[in-house]
């Protein structure tokens, strides 16, 4: 780990510029979070200097922006495995490194973390101090400010570091409101409002407040009365970029003893021109070319984003009545292009997720139809407001869960492997999925015209199958593709490519159902299917528990068909790893040659 506590400032800046340099270097060659881990960089190198890792809980929340903190915390050697296949994860991992405090993957957990942090350093009788580097955009989730109000309630000593990369929480207003939050950063006036406050103890009332409420209108032009409000002190803005005023207000911050909200603001990709500024593609990248900037040539076959988003313009031009939701990620679940279009349809309400699924639901009420574009693993964010706000009034909001099964490096807190096990269990709610473009549109097309709560998943990138002419959904009909001998393979969604890709491997013909749905199942082609073929093999990218596999053995059980050997291919009973996908499906055994050989 590097020491850097007796640097001096030149050595501290020349630092974080080895270390941007480093994240270039490796980012550029294995794909990774870059504006935002860039930005972060001085933040990070301050936060170091003022505040002891070895004790201290240092949260990053989502913890894509922490690569620095990486860097300084022994992993500089190993840096260049980032995100690869048992190579470093691309987010904080306590059994990677004891430097990093929790697992993170997902927005707005930060300041929760730091008050339970806090509340069992107050009850170990412990000095530490709990800090919590945070984001302009995670600031937009409720539970931030669940966080925020019992914290400014219990007072626990803890730093928030807000890094504000795009002026989104509040924008300064002219010179006036620099000098001020200049001058309100440094420990003069943090130690003068201290003895002012102790003065006006002894003070008449009146007194006291006249002087408060100078001190408030003071603050109106600056964005702090929200957090001042809360009852947790506000420092800043400050200049994300400059270690020395940085180190200067965390020390200040560190020596209150009580919660600090220090807001910083700082440049997307700062140190690198290309990226630099709130240019979204930036935020996370594939591989590029380190001089021009450019990202290789993408390959011409359609993702199934891309089909997604392509479909829902033309719906959507077709019907007024179509709208749609997505929670801060508008370009990854293609929904980028109808938003640019039908703005007053399609809305991104920021991460959000509770809320986008909630909202959906009035306008479900009203007669609208929605669309909820989410990917499978945030949607879990939303899994209350699915039952509660959606299924149990029976409305007909479609879920469009993007990024089902593995996604590759971005690991264990992005795959998408639990939508059909938790959306299962839901009544009202219809579960489907398509497996190539045709069947894509032919899901968005049944979805669009289903008065019920409903969701169909799809992978990240391309479909395994190719494309080919296919039936209309009907619900609870499953498509049998061809017929064989002895064995059955059924797939769900993107399954069915890796069945058709087994089948091909095999020197014996086997059948190939396309289940389509995995509630309500094709109860009455499974019993049909189960007195021509004894072997069945199940291909669905997701968990076993509560899967595919288990809702069909519900089904044999239920019509008492006993005579079934059902192997299932879905994912065992762990979180999976981070990597590339064709290796993080050899580690588990899921390749077309592995599973063919199991089979036979």
Same mark, same amino acid.
């Given at each position: 780990?590097?020491?850097?506590?007796?640097?001096?400032?030149?050595?501290?800046?020349?630092?974080?510029?080895?270390?941007?340099?480093?994240?270039?270097?490796?980012?550029?060659?294995?794909? #990774?979070?870059?504006?935002?881990? *860039?930005?972060?960089?001085?933040?990070?190198?301050?936060?170091?200097?003022?505040?002891?890792?070895?004790?201290?809980?240092?949260?990053?929340?989502?913890?894509?922006?922490?690569?620095?903190?990486?860097?300084?915390?022994?992993?500089?050697?190993?840096?260049?495995?980032?995100?690869?296949?048992?190579?470093?994860?691309?987010?904080?991992?306590?059994?990677?490194?004891?430097?990093?405090?929790?697992?993170? $993957?997902?927005?707005? %957990?930060?300041?929760?973390?730091?008050?339970?942090?806090?509340?069992?350093?107050?009850?170990?009788?412990?000095?530490?101090?709990?800090?919590?580097?945070?984001?302009?955009?995670?600031?937009?989730?409720? *539970?931030?400010?669940?966080?925020?109000?019992?914290?400014?309630?219990?007072?626990?000593?803890?730093?928030?570091?807000?890094?504000?990369?795009?002026?989104?929480?509040?924008?300064?207003?002219?010179?006036?409101?620099?000098?001020?939050?200049?001058?309100?950063? #440094?420990?003069?006036?943090?130690?003068?409002?201290?003895?002012?406050?102790?003065?006006?103890?002894?003070?008449?009332?009146?007194?006291?407040? @006249?002087?408060?409420?100078?001190?408030?209108?003071?603050?109106?032009?600056?964005?702090?009365?929200?957090?001042?409000?809360?009852?947790?002190?506000?420092?800043?803005?400050?200049?994300?970029?400059?270690?020395? %005023?940085?180190?200067? %207000?965390?020390?200040?911050?560190?020596?209150?003893?009580?919660?600090?909200?220090?807001?910083?603001?700082?440049?997307?990709?700062? #140190?690198?021109?290309?990226?630099?500024?709130?240019?979204?593609?930036?935020?996370?990248?594939?591989?590029?070319?380190?001089?021009?900037?450019?990202?290789?040539?993408?390959?011409?076959?359609?993702?199934?984003?891309?089909?997604?988003?392509? @479909?829902?313009?033309?719906?959507?031009?077709?019907?007024?009545?179509?709208?749609?939701?997505?929670?801060?990620?508008?370009?990854?679940?293609?929904?980028?292009?109808?938003?640019?279009?039908?703005?007053?349809?399609?809305?991104?309400?920021?991460?959000?997720?509770?809320?986008?699924?909630?909202?959906?639901?009035?306008?479900?009420?009203?007669?609208?139809?929605?669309?909820?574009? /989410?990917?499978? %693993?945030?949607?879990?964010?939303?899994?209350?407001?699915?039952?509660?706000?959606?299924?149990?009034?029976?409305?007909?909001?479609?879920?469009?869960?993007?990024?089902?099964?593995?996604? !590759?490096?971005?690991?264990?807190?992005?795959?998408?492997?639990?939508?059909?096990?938790?959306?299962?269990?839901?009544?009202?709610?219809?579960?489907?999925?398509?497996?190539?473009?045709?069947?894509?549109?032919?899901?968005?097309?049944?979805?669009?015209?289903?008065?019920?709560?409903?969701?169909?998943?799809?992978?990240?990138?391309?479909?395994?199958?190719?494309?080919?002419?296919?039936?209309?959904?009907?619900? !609870?009909?499953?498509?049998?593709?061809?017929?064989?001998?002895? /064995?059955?393979?059924?797939?769900? !969604?993107?399954?069915? $490519?890796?069945?058709?890709?087994?089948?091909?491997?095999?020197?014996?013909?086997?059948?190939?159902?396309?289940?389509?749905?995995?509630?309500?199942?094709?109860?009455? *082609?499974?019993?049909?299917?189960?007195?021509?073929?004894?072997?069945?093999?199940?291909?669905?990218?997701?968990?076993?528990?509560?899967?595919?596999?288990?809702?069909?053995?519900?089904?044999?059980?239920?019509?008492?068909?006993?005579?079934?050997?059902?192997?299932?291919?879905?994912?065992?009973?762990?979180?999976?790893?981070?990597?590339?996908?064709?290796?993080?499906?050899?580690?588990?055994?899921?390749?077309?040659?592995?599973?063919?050989?199991?089979?036979?």
């Amino acid at each position: 780990m590097k020491d850097i506590k007796n640097l001096s400032l030149d050595a501290l800046n020349a630092l974080a510029e080895e270390i941007r340099q480093k994240i270039l270097e490796t980012v550029s060659k294995n794909g #990774g979070h870059l504006s935002s881990t *860039m930005g972060a960089t001085d933040l990070i190198v301050a936060m170091h200097y003022v505040f002891d890792v070895a004790k201290d809980p240092f949260i990053f929340d989502v913890s894509h922006q922490a690569y620095a903190h990486k860097l300084l915390t022994g992993r500089w050697e190993t840096f260049h495995t980032l995100r690869q296949f048992n190579g470093i994860c691309g987010y904080t991992k306590p059994s990677e490194s004891k430097y990093d405090y929790y697992v993170a $993957g997902h927005s707005s %957990t930060s300041i929760s973390l730091a008050v339970g942090a806090a509340k069992a350093i107050a009850l170990k009788g412990e000095e530490r101090v709990p800090v919590a580097l945070i984001g302009d955009g995670s600031m937009s989730a409720g *539970m931030v400010y669940e966080a925020l109000n019992e914290l400014g309630d219990r007072k626990y000593p803890v730093v928030i570091i807000l890094n504000d990369n795009e002026m989104s929480i509040a924008k300064p207003i002219g010179a006036i409101s620099k000098l001020l939050s200049q001058t309100m950063a #440094g420990s003069f006036y943090q130690n003068f409002k201290g003895k002012v406050e102790k003065v006006l103890e002894h003070f008449p009332q009146s007194a006291t407040y @006249m002087a408060k409420r100078f001190e408030e209108s003071f603050k109106l032009i600056t964005p702090g009365i929200l957090f001042e409000e809360m009852g947790i002190k506000y420092i800043g803005p400050v200049d994300g970029h400059n270690i020395e %005023t940085l180190i200067e %207000t965390m020390k200040v911050a560190k020596a209150f003893g009580e919660p600090v909200i220090i807001h910083a603001q700082t440049t997307k990709g700062k #140190g690198y021109k290309f990226a630099e500024g709130t240019k979204e593609h930036w935020h996370g990248v594939s591989a590029f070319d380190l001089k021009t900037g450019e990202a290789p040539k993408k390959s011409t076959v359609k993702t199934a984003t891309a089909i997604f988003s392509e @479909m829902m313009v033309k719906m959507a031009e077709e019907d007024e009545k179509i709208v749609g939701v997505t929670a801060a990620m508008p370009s990854g679940t293609g929904m980028s292009a109808v938003m640019e279009k039908y703005p007053d349809r399609f809305w991104d309400v920021a991460i959000a997720e509770q809320h986008a699924v909630t909202s959906m639901g009035s306008l479900a009420k009203e007669g609208f139809k929605p669309f909820c574009a /989410i990917y499978s %693993t945030f949607l879990q964010r939303g899994y209350d407001q699915v039952i509660h706000d959606i299924a149990l009034m029976d409305l007909g909001v479609a879920f469009a869960l993007d990024r089902a099964g593995i996604v !590759g490096e971005d690991g264990e807190t992005h795959q998408g492997a639990f939508d059909i096990s938790y959306l299962r269990a839901i009544p009202n709610m219809t579960l489907f999925a398509p497996y190539n473009e045709t069947t894509m549109k032919l899901c968005m097309a049944f979805a669009k015209v289903y008065n019920h709560p409903c969701a169909f998943r799809y992978p990240r990138g391309s479909f395994l199958a190719e494309d080919c002419e296919s039936p209309a959904y009907k619900l !609870g009909q499953s498509v049998l593709l061809q017929e064989g001998e002895e /064995i059955l393979f059924i797939g769900y !969604g993107n399954g069915v $490519g890796r069945a058709q890709k087994v089948a091909e491997l095999l020197e014996t013909k086997v059948a190939i159902l396309d289940l389509r749905f995995v509630k309500p199942l094709d109860e009455k *082609m499974l019993v049909k299917l189960s007195k021509e073929y004894k072997k069945w093999f199940v291909f669905s990218d997701s968990v076993k528990i509560g899967g595919v596999g288990s809702a069909i053995l519900e089904c044999l059980s239920q019509n008492r068909i006993q005579d079934i050997s059902l192997t299932s291919f879905e994912y065992d009973d762990a979180f999976v790893t981070h990597g590339n996908t064709k290796l993080v499906e050899e580690s588990l055994g899921l390749l077309p040659e592995q599973l063919a050989e199991k089979i036979m």
